[in-house]
């Protein structure tokens, strides 16, 4: 039996759901109507070739994909929704002897973020210690030389960090060893939404939320070069990572993670001659002797402006009281 054109129709926006995290999911159903005629063409005989039917006519029903349906059936554009499950199925009762209906269930979820001006932000600041080998206690934490530059930055610090010049505080050590002293960290997590890696109609993919991450991780190991609200003053924290993970099909969840340190993340060394260091005597006690000189060491020299250098825009900053203008 033959059959005329497919005609396409819809059921459009048939279940709106708001999800966990300010996401928002929607299923709808499509339709492929062929009418059996005299002379026509055969209807598709099974769900492949339904698919390929519904794809000749404009539609991308590429799993992970964005989704586009037949031409002339509802669009959801010009927001960008993906194509998380799908299926596809004949009308019960129809067959090559009679009209034929294709159904088409589509599931979508949105790959945008619901607001740009007021962001979806998780944030968990957590206290804690880390042990580190202290000469003194209560030292002279220097000033660092903040440019735009990172490289007149590094330059600059490297003279204020690395040059000669005790560090004061109260002497600790212990005939010239160091203390172990817990020195009070605070971890902070930053987690915004950017959009989930899809596939674009035609087979070419956006990386989505990965380009977020190739972007800050050139900065990872590098002090803020500017106050970050309540994280720190300058220099004191340190970008120590980002991950990203699926929250649905549509988004990713990117998660930033600052460290705060009294010290600015510098370590204490004793000025060393010769396999020895100059000692003073212990007023207290003359058979315990102090390293009479002791150094900063600054492994980390290099800075980036996290409110404008990491991805993360001004409205996501604000979302956790810091206000940030860039360029």
């Known amino acids: 039996m033959s059959h005329a054109a497919v005609v396409w129709s819809d059921t459009p926006g048939d279940r709106l759901v708001y999800t966990a995290n300010d996401t928002r999911k929607m299923d709808f ?192 190991g590098r002090r803020n070069s500017g106050n970050v609200g309540f994280m720190g003053n300058t220099g004191h924290v340190l970008f120590a990572g980002i991950t990203c993970s699926p929250l649905n099909k549509g988004l990713y969840n990117v998660t930033y993670t600052f460290r705060s340190h009294p010290w600015k993340h510098a370590i204490q060394v004793p000025r060393v001659v010769l396999s020895t260091f100059a000692d003073d005597v212990n007023p207290h006690n003359a058979e315990r002797r102090h390293n009479q000189y002791v150094w900063w060491s600054q492994p980390h020299l290099a800075g980036a402006d996290f409110l404008c250098d990491l991805g993360i825009n001004s409205a996501e900053w604000e979302a956790v009281g810091i206000t940030a203008t860039c360029p």
Not at 46 to 58: F, K, M, P, R, V
Not at 65 to 70: D, F, H, L
Not at 76 to 99: A, K, Q
Not at 185 to 212: E, K
């Open 29 to 220: 159903t499509f339709f492929g109507y062929y009418k059996r005629v005299t002379v026509g063409t055969p209807p598709p005989d099974n769900s492949l070739e339904a698919i390929a039917a519904a794809e000749a006519a404009g539609a991308n029903l590429r799993i992970d994909g964005e989704y586009a349906g037949p031409t002339g059936t509802y669009s959801p554009g010009p927001l960008v929704w993906i194509l998380s499950g799908l299926t596809v199925e004949r009308l019960d009762n129809t067959n090559s002897d009679s009209d034929v209906v294709w159904v088409y269930r589509v599931s979508l979820e949105l790959a945008q973020r619901a607001s740009l001006t007021e962001p979806y932000v998780e944030l968990t600041t957590q206290a804690g210690s880390a042990n580190v080998s202290a000469f003194r206690i209560a030292p002279t934490i220097p000033t660092d030389m903040v440019t735009e530059s990172t490289d007149a930055w590094t330059a600059s610090n490297d003279s204020v960090w690395h040059a000669v010049s005790d560090i004061g505080g109260k002497q600790v050590d212990w005939n010239g060893q160091p203390i172990q002293y817990a020195l009070p960290i605070l971890t902070t997590t930053m987690t915004v939404q950017r959009a989930a890696p899809i596939w674009l109609d035609g087979g070419t993919r956006d990386t989505g939320a990965i380009d977020l991450v190739a972007l800050a991780s050139a900065y990872i």
